[in-house]
């Protein structure tokens, strides 16, 4: 394809003859000097110059410094406004934004700017090598010419060196270059419209470069600078690469419908030489032949077809078909560039500027705030471990969901808790497209969309349009669909666990998601764990986040909160380790994201239950708003008074009609103007611009910034109405006849029943959580109602927790639940946060205390043997009591190869549990045999 892409060139961008501009710039540069003036060079005097930094060197540094560029900032004393305006500046750009910031240094400090002080801030940010490398390699002294030449007549001009060179230099340039020089070189934006928009740019550029000293007859340094700037650099590479995927089909697809004699009928046609004509003929690829031939003589280009098209229209060639072919194909591939072009552009946008808290305001790129959670993939019970039995299994990092050849398929589905970072993973998933990181490189397409915003919108090719595509776009819904079709492709659905069609089986989600819709595309479904589709593609690989271990917790404190000041993490990681509570927390990513941005500015000692955790987040949201901004008496009545949107945020969380996302006008109607400002104001309320296809136009729509958040003020109204019911049935007899199935507390407090089984426990469990932590009444009746469902074993052992920490509960309130629980089984389990693992084992051991019947205990990778030979449940290294009234063991121990001493004494624990029917060992090798002692 080399051959092809020599001649290039086009309208709308750069071309690989970046490189023939400045060469044709440095040799016109060195006849101008040589042949118009009389450089003379005073030695001497140049040597008692101060050595001034080239832009090249700040350039090429740029290109070496790594994460340490921050602190390199610090210590050259640049102001922190300063270092922020860079980066937002210069966003997704790091590179850039590491050069823009040396030049600055550079520009402000002048002489004193010199390659000795950056020097010594290079070695305090620990680049040795580079501060070496700097000096060994000093920048040389800047030469002066020793006499002004006499101005040339710009009529001689024209006939001589200068003249020439800028006509061929206006040639060289297109549209787009004219574009990219002017913002370069910082012109006003009314001249670089002016420019863009003119009939010759790039006259009008040379005109006013010439005007503005940036090119002139004994100097083009500037020009050449700005040819080589990263930012000019940056879109060179984006055009050059985008457009030169997309030709390269094209010219493979003109290839394929061209045949022999059409590709010799073509080359008479554009009047090639007889040799080149005989060439043709006798090639074994005729067709390829001629697509090269045609490339070098710029008989068609990326950007222009007309010659071909003309040519297989004309009555010597009377290729009126292809014609249509070659038409078709090369107007897909410009809708196919622009497409890109357009969704890169909507990425940039979500891919930075976020903010992971938004009371703090700081704002992040995705590459800036990611770092690898724990992954697992549920491996097929034919790549098992032979009994037949499915099993999860840790991945390296998020590039293994495309690479992994175990869960190699065209339908994903990657399932985690609230707050676990499905969003954040999409998002890094969208960058590393955007940049062309492997595998998803070798992507043509990528389409990111959030399910949410489908509730107006039901066509899936009208939503991409809507949601990713700039209103002004020209392509239409079947430019997409052509265009997908006749791409690599890939779709991220975002919460499916928020898409208003869940479970409507005729929409084009729900098609795609069973395989019958996009079915060479590769589709990713990100849901809560609670919310799995139930009807799937029979070849869907299942996926899910574990959330944060120490190890990336540390990480993401260094690397995200603290920027690298290693004292501070080590600080914070210290708080958290003296407040076991908080670092169990902060298992979940949002948590642990709230919390050690939190730590930065107040102490979290007493944050040891979720409700106690969210309450402080909340805080913040509201304090550092009155620090931000002058917030009126009536506003600040409204932070205390929210019961109206406790009750919104419950009636959108309804099993039946869940609706988180409502229009501004209903939310405002709903909670009052005054409480809606404020919220949006502090970020807890999240406003977006949706398209509306009854009303064919865009319309704002409000959301909460997380749904956890909706599930805080739902778990206060759902707190407070059932204790208030609690109060109101008094001691009223209920006169209904009491229903089979139904327990006496179900009976007897119907209305409550009714207004706790409203909500579904499966998906939104924090709503129940909060509120056992707000009300203890609340907590007794919800901890009662989950216990009579079997299904809600685990919600119910979390409330339990909640309430045991939070009020002080005691196991005796609830001994009914207790036997409801223990009557279906217990499991206890390596990912079980620490506070549930104690939970349970204090469940187990109240339940023995009590001779209550326990008719399973399941333990799965979590029993270890203890230097006693007691056992020892992991990671919270509790010891497992004996369980007098136990029936039935299970032991899963996934891959694990038990010694005779851990054989053993597992063996001894089960003799000491007295009504003990059945011990299980499953999924682990024992030894042949163990000694037996009487």
């Known amino acids: 394809m080399d051959g092809w892409t020599d001649g290039w060139r086009r309208d709308d961008g750069w071309t690989d003859r970046q490189t023939d501009i400045v060469s044709f710039l440095w040799t016109s540069a060195i006849d101008l000097w040589e042949h118009f003036f009389c450089i003379g060079v005073n030695s001497s005097k140049n040597m008692d110059r101060p050595t001034e930094i080239p832009d090249k060197v700040l350039q090429s540094l740029a290109g070496k410094l790594t994460d340490e560029w921050l602190d390199l900032a610090r210590y050259l004393n640049i102001p922190e406004g300063k270092l922020y305006d860079t980066k937002t500046d210069n966003m997704g750009h790091v590179r850039e934004a590491k050069y823009n910031m040396l030049l600055w240094w550079k520009r402000k400090n002048g002489k004193q700017a010199t390659n000795n002080i950056l020097a010594q801030a290079l070695l305090k940010a620990n680049r040795v090598d580079l501060k070496e490398e700097l000096l060994n390699d000093p920048p040389t002294p800047a030469t002066t010419p020793t006499s002004t030449p006499t101005p040339t007549p710009a009529s001689a001009l024209v006939e001589n060196g200068y003249g020439q060179f800028l006509l061929k230099l206006e040639s060289l340039l297109t549209r787009q270059h004219s574009y990219i020089l002017a913002t370069a070189f910082g012109y006003a934006k009314d001249m670089v419209l002016c420019i863009r928009n003119s009939d010759t740019p790039s006259r009008l550029l040379i005109q006013e470069m010439n005007e503005r000293g940036d090119v002139s007859p004994t100097d083009i340094s500037k020009l050449i600078t700005a040819l080589g700037h990263d930012n000019v650099a940056v879109k060179i590479k984006e055009i050059f690469e985008l457009y030169g995927k997309f030709y390269e089909q094209f010219l493979l697809t003109l290839e394929s419908v061209l045949t022999n004699r059409e590709a010799v009928s073509l080359a008479k046609y554009f009047g090639y030489p007889c040799e080149k004509i005989d060439s043709i003929r006798k090639s074994d690829k005729p067709s390829w032949l001629l697509v090269q031939m045609m490339g070098e003589r710029d008989d068609i280009s990326p950007t222009d077809s007309s010659k071909l098209i003309r040519a297989l229209k004309h009555d010597s060639v009377r290729l009126g078909d292809v014609a249509f072919k070659v038409n078709e194909a090369f107007t897909l591939l410009q809708k196919k560039s622009q497409f890109v072009k357009e969704l890169r552009m909507k990425y940039k946008n979500l891919c930075w500027g976020i903010l992971p808290v938004p009371f703090l305001r700081d704002k992040y790129n995705i590459d800036e705030l990611f770092v690898e959670s724990g992954i697992q993939f549920l491996e097929d019970k034919k790549q098992g471990d032979g009994e037949g039995k499915e099993k999860w299994k840790a991945i390296k990092d ?364 499966q998906d939104v469990h924090y709503t129940y959580r909060f509120a056992c932590g707000l009300n203890r009444d609340a907590a007794l009746d919800i901890i009662k109602h989950l216990g009579t469902n079997g299904t809600y074993h685990e919600y119910t052992l979390l409330c339990i927790l909640e309430w045991m920490t939070k009020w002080n509960g005691r196991l005796e309130t609830i001994e009914d639940t207790v036997s409801e629980l223990c009557s279906r089984g217990l499991d206890i389990g390596d990912t079980n946060s620490i506070l549930l693992q104690k939970c349970t084992v204090d469940l187990i051991k109240f339940a023995s205390s009590r001779k209550i019947p326990m008719y399973m205990v399941r333990h799965f990778n979590c029993l270890d043997v203890g230097c006693s030979g007691n056992l020892r449940v992991k990671p919270s290294d509790m010891s497992l009591p004996v369980m007098d009234t136990l029936r039935w063991l299970e032991i899963y121990e996934y891959g694990r190869v038990m010694t005779e001493k851990e054989t053993e004494s597992m063996l001894q624990y089960s003799a000491m549990c007295v009504c003990l029917e059945k011990v299980q060992f499953s999924v682990c090798l024992l030894p042949r045999y163990i000694k037996v002692t009487y």
């Not at 497209?433 to 070798?442: R, Y």
């Not at 392509?475 to 779709?491: N, P, Q, R, Y």
Request: with cysteine.
């Open 398 to 761: 998020h590039k293994m969901i495309f690479t992994d050849p175990r869960i190699n398929s065209k339908r994903r589905i990657i399932d985690g808790e609230p707050g676990y970072g499905k969003s954040t993973l999409a998002l890094q998933i969208t960058h590393d497209w955007c940049q062309e990181i492997p595998p998803m490189k070798a992507l043509e397409i990528l389409i990111l969309l959030r399910l949410r915003q489908f509730r107006k919108v039901s066509n899936i090719f009208a939503a991409i349009k809507t949601f990713l595509l700039p209103r002004d776009s020209k392509l239409t819904t079947t430019d997409i669909k052509s265009i997908l079709d006749s791409s690599s492709t890939a779709v991220l659905l975002d919460g499916y666990d928020e898409y208003p069609g869940r479970g409507k089986n005729e929409t084009d989600i729900e098609y795609i998601i069973r395989g019958d819709m996009f079915q060479n595309h590769d589709v990713v479904l990100m849901t809560r764990t609670s919310c799995l589709p139930q009807d799937l593609s029979y070849d869907t690989k299942r996926i899910r986040l574990t959330g944060f271990d120490d190890t990336v917790r540390s990480t993401y404190i260094r690397q995200v909160v603290t920027r690298d000041n290693m004292e501070k993490a080590e600080e914070i990681n210290q708080l958290l380790t003296r407040n076991p509570a908080a670092a169990d927390l902060c298992k979940v990513p949002m948590f642990c994201v709230m919390i050690s941005h939190m730590a930065q500015r107040q102490t979290f000692e007493d944050l040891e239950t979720v409700t106690k955790l969210f309450k402080s987040v909340i805080a913040c949201f509201h304090s550092h708003e009155l620090r931000r901004a002058e917030i009126n008496i009536r506003q600040s009545k409204g932070k205390q008074d929210h019961s109206k949107l406790d009750k919104t945020a419950f009636e959108a969380l309804k099993r039946d009609s869940q609706k988180i996302t409502l229009d501004e006008t209903e939310f405002r109607e709903k909670i009052g103007d005054d409480l809606y400002n404020e919220y949006v104001g502090i970020g807890i309320l999240r406003e977006e611009e949706v398209f509306d296809d009854d009303d064919f136009d865009y319309k704002t729509e409000t959301r909460f910034f997380h749904k956890l958040f909706a599930e805080w003020y739902a778990a206060h109204y759902l707190a407070n109405k059932v204790a208030q019911l609690k109060v109101e049935s008094g001691s009223m007899h209920n006169k209904q006849e009491k229903a089979p199935g139904t327990s006496q507390w179900q009976f007897e407090n119907n209305e409550r029943v009714n207004l706790l089984s409203s909500l579904d426990p």
